[in-house]
C-alpha cells in the first residue's frame, strides 16, 4: 500500500492538502486522481483539493495546484499563502521573503512571524500584475479589448461583467446584497460558459465602501468554497476598474472564511494580505480506495 505523508492546511477556510514533493515521490500520472480521492470527505481527507509544494530550479520552491474535480489551476492565492508558511516553518527556506514558482509564473512572499518568531502568522504575496486583455483572460467576444462593465446575458438575466486573470481567470458581478447574490443558480452555469474557453472562476461582489467589499465565490473545478486569494485579488481589481475603490488603497475583502487585505497600485503589482493555518497532518493510504 503507497503510504504519502501530508499536511492539511487552509487559508480562510479554503483548505488543501499539501504534500511535500521534496521528500514525496508522485508520478504526474498520479496527480489527477489523487487530487479527486484526496478531496472527498468520506472516502478521503476532504479539502478543496491538492497542492504539491515542490523543488524548482527558478524560485525558493514551486507550487502546483489541482482542484476537487482534479483539474489543474495555474496558481492558487491562498495555496500560495499556505505553502509559504510550511516552507518557512519546514525549513525549506530559512528566508522570511522567497519566491514561488506557480504555472503563472514566480511570485514573492514575505512571513509575518508572530511573537516568539517560530511560527508564521500571515503571509503577504506579491500576485503580479493583473491580466486585463480579454483575449489573454480568456474570454471570447468582438467587443472592447478589456472586459469591464460589459453587458452579461446568462440564465434569463443580463448583468454586468468585469474580467480580470490573475493568472487564473476570474469574472466580477457587483450585487446589492450579498445575501442575495445567485451563486448557487449561475456559478455552476458560468463557469462553463462557452465565452470562457478555459472555464472561469465566478465572483459576486458588494461593494460597502470604497475600501470594503463583500466577497462570495464559485471556483472553476471546485464549486463553492469558503475563499479564493486569487478572486479577492480580481474582485479588488474590479472594484477600481469600475471606479468603486481606489488606486493604491488597501482593501478589505469579507469572504466567507474570513478578511484579505488586497492592494493595487492600478498598474502593477496585487499585493495580498491574510492569514495560513495548518489543520492537520498524517499519512495517506493511497491504494486505499
Ligand atoms: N482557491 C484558489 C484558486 C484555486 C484555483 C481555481 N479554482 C482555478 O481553477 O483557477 C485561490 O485562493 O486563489
Given at each position: 500500500?503507497?503510504?504519502?505523508?501530508?499536511?492539511?492546511?487552509?487559508?480562510?477556510?479554503?483548505?488543501?492538502?499539501?504534500?511535500?514533493?521534496?521528500?514525496?515521490?508522485?508520478?504526474?500520472?498520479?496527480?489527477?486522481?489523487?487530487?479527486?480521492?484526496?478531496?472527498?470527505?468520506?472516502?478521503?481527507?476532504?479539502?478543496?483539493?491538492?497542492?504539491?509544494?515542490?523543488?524548482?530550479?527558478?524560485?525558493?520552491?514551486?507550487?502546483?495546484?489541482?482542484?476537487?474535480?482534479?483539474?489543474?489551476?495555474?496558481?492558487?492565492?491562498?495555496?500560495?499563502?499556505?505553502?509559504?508558511?510550511?516552507?518557512?516553518?519546514?525549513?525549506?527556506?530559512?528566508?522570511?521573503?522567497?519566491?514561488?514558482?506557480?504555472?503563472?509564473?514566480?511570485?514573492?512572499?514575505?512571513?509575518?512571524?508572530?511573537?516568539?518568531?517560530?511560527?508564521?502568522?500571515?503571509?503577504?504575496?506579491?500576485?503580479?500584475?493583473?491580466?486585463?486583455?480579454?483575449?489573454?483572460?480568456?474570454?471570447?467576444?468582438e467587443k472592447a479589448a478589456y472586459v469591464i462593465n460589459e453587458s452579461f446575458k446568462v440564465g434569463g438575466e443580463t448583468l454586468s461583467a468585469t474580467?480580470?486573470?490573475?493568472?487564473?481567470?476570474?469574472?466580477?458581478?457587483?450585487?446589492?446584497?450579498?445575501?442575495?447574490?445567485?451563486?448557487?443558480?449561475?456559478?455552476?452555469?458560468?463557469?462553463?460558459?462557452?465565452?470562457?474557453?478555459?472555464?472561469?472562476?465566478?465572483?459576486?461582489?458588494?461593494?460597502?465602501?470604497?475600501?470594503?467589499?463583500?466577497?462570495?465565490?464559485?471556483?472553476?473545478?471546485?464549486?463553492?468554497?469558503?475563499?479564493?486569494?486569487?478572486?479577492?485579488?480580481?474582485?479588488?481589481?474590479?472594484?477600481?476598474?469600475?471606479?468603486?475603490?481606489?488606486?493604491?488603497?488597501?482593501?478589505?475583502?469579507?469572504?466567507?472564511?474570513?478578511?484579505?487585505?488586497?492592494?493595487?497600485?492600478?498598474?502593477?503589482?496585487?499585493?495580498?494580505?491574510?492569514?495560513?493555518?495548518?489543520?492537520?497532518?498524517?499519512?495517506?493510504?493511497?491504494?486505499?480506495?
Open positions: 500500500m503507497k503510504e504519502i505523508q501530508y499536511t492539511k492546511m487552509h487559508g480562510l477556510g479554503n483548505s488543501y492538502v499539501y504534500i511535500n514533493m521534496f521528500k514525496e515521490t508522485l508520478d504526474e500520472s498520479e496527480f489527477k486522481s489523487l487530487a479527486i480521492n484526496v478531496s472527498n470527505k468520506n472516502t478521503g481527507i476532504g479539502s478543496d483539493g491538492l497542492i504539491l509544494i515542490t523543488p524548482s530550479d527558478e524560485a525558493d520552491v514551486g507550487m502546483r495546484m489541482f482542484n476537487k474535480d482534479g483539474s489543474e489551476g495555474k496558481t492558487c492565492g491562498n495555496g500560495l499563502r499556505c505553502v509559504a508558511k510550511y516552507a518557512f516553518e519546514h525549513q525549506l527556506t530559512h528566508k522570511e521573503t522567497f519566491t514561488i514558482e506557480t504555472k503563472a509564473g514566480i511570485v514573492e512572499a514575505y512571513v509575518h512571524l508572530d511573537n516568539d518568531h517560530q511560527q508564521v502568522a500571515e503571509v503577504t504575496i506579491d500576485m503580479g500584475a493583473p491580466i486585463l486583455e480579454r483575449h489573454q483572460i480568456p474570454m471570447l467576444g474580467a480580470v486573470s490573475m493568472g487564473n481567470p476570474h469574472v466580477i458581478f457587483f450585487v446589492a446584497d450579498i445575501d442575495e447574490a445567485p451563486l448557487y443558480e449561475l456559478g455552476p452555469v458560468i463557469t462553463n460558459d462557452d465565452r470562457f474557453p478555459e472555464g472561469v472562476n465566478v465572483e459576486f461582489i458588494e461593494v460597502i465602501s470604497e475600501t470594503e467589499m463583500h466577497f462570495r465565490v464559485w471556483e472553476r473545478g471546485s464549486g463553492v468554497t469558503e475563499a479564493c486569494g486569487t478572486g479577492a485579488c480580481a474582485a479588488t481589481v474590479a472594484s477600481i476598474l469600475n471606479g468603486k475603490s481606489r488606486r493604491s488603497e488597501p482593501v478589505t475583502v469579507h469572504l466567507a472564511g474570513g478578511d484579505l487585505t488586497i492592494t493595487w497600485d492600478g498598474n502593477g503589482k496585487v499585493w495580498m494580505r491574510g492569514a495560513a493555518e495548518t489543520i492537520t497532518t498524517g499519512i495517506y493510504f493511497a491504494d486505499n480506495k
